[in-house]
């Protein structure tokens, strides 16, 4: 199977900071590599597809970058609602599988 | 709007089964892929199964297959997971997920908001 790892675990920032949090796949995954972003007691929501293709209603502030085994992903200035925990995750081949997340919190 | 409602979660004792259901709108249910994903506590997203459009093509995590069956019914706009011999690790947050395609290709774009279910005696 193959393991997402994502770096660092936790990030403390302010609103208007730019971030950008990575992950790494154990294998070369080409750019199938989504990022979701999950709230408590929320549903996740689709940030990037395939490496770098913005979901639909996601603000542009969101970008993403990356192939084969490494990946980011940039929020170019935080607001408020952004913070939250990020995960990334793989669809190249069975088990698809997500990287352990990085939360991002307020300073 | 897309809607993807999960129920059937609760309290069951180990060895037990259990069936989640997932109702959905907001969408032509029988053009998309849906999967199954769970959350332990304090534990990373978990893909479990998905299920093509038709039924035809369908997939396991090693960790629930033989035990989990994925199913759906596309006259009811509906998606089953039916989960036998339960166990205390299989204690989670499950959630009802529609694939951006046709096939599963996993991409997903919608999830529900889940349903708990815990495994205990």
Known sequence: ?107 | EVHLLESGGGLVQPGRSLRLSCATSGFTFDHYALHWVRQAPGKRLEWLSGISWNSATIGYADSVKGRFTISRDNAKNSLYLQMNSLRAEDTAMYYCVRDRHLTVAGTFDYWGQGTLVTVSS
């Open chain 1, 1 to 107: 199977e193959i393991v997402l790892t994502q770096s660092p675990a936790t990030l403390s920032l302010s609103p208007g900071e730019r971030v950008t949090l990575s992950c790494r796949a154990s294998q070369n995954i080409n750019n199938f590599l989504a990022w979701y972003q999950h709230k408590l007691g929320q549903a996740p929501t689709l940030l990037i597809y395939d490496a770098a293709d913005r979901a639909t209603g996601i603000p542009a502030r969101f970008s993403g970058s990356g192939s084969g085994t490494d990946f980011t992903l940039t929020i170019s200035s935080l607001e408020p609602e952004d913070f939250a925990v990020y995960y990334c995750q793989q669809r190249s081949k069975w088990p698809y599988t997500f990287g352990q997340g990085t939360k991002l919190e307020i300073k």
